[in-house]
Nanobody, 122 residues
Framework: VQLQASGGGLVEAGASLRLSCVGS????????MAWFRQAPGKEREFVAA????????SYGHFVNGRFKISREYAQNTVYLQMDNLQPEDTAVYYC????????????????WGKGTQVTVSS
């Protein structure tokens, strides 16, 4: 199972980034998809998840309307649009696939992709 995340980078506070995670049809179509993040010295935390129907969505408590998750079946891709980024959003962001309806914890995840670094300067 391969999930390839991209789109991270170094931005200033208030900027936007869009992360992408591409899988194969086998690793994408049957799974709910999610994003988690891990900052240095902290545990990996839930960011957002989207179900198979594309309409069942959940966000981490800190998102506060700044992020939007979406999925495109034709491209086998899940996106995370992140607006108004803040220094506390600095972390490695990981995409994940899950057989759960909506994965919200690391235990819910069946497959992890490699992370992409997001750094937000103040």
């Amino acid at each position: 199972v391969q999930l390839q995340a991209s789109g991270g980078g170094l931005v200033e506070a208030g900027a936007s980034l869009r992360l992408s995670c591409v899988g194969s049809a086998r690793t994408f179509t049957p799974y709910a998809m999610a994003w988690f993040r891990q900052a240095p010295g902290k545990e990996r935390e839930f960011v957002a998840a989207i179900g198979l129907d594309g309409g069942t969505i959940s966000y981490g408590h800190f998102v506060n309307g700044r992020f939007k998750i979406s999925r495109e079946y034709a491209q086998n891709t899940v996106y995370l649009q992140m607006d108004n980024l803040q220094p506390e959003d600095t972390a490695v962001y990981y995409c994940a696939a899950s057989r759960r309806l909506i994965p919200r914890t690391q235990n819910d995840v069946d497959y992890w992709g490699k992370g992409t670094q997001v750094t937000v300067s103040s």
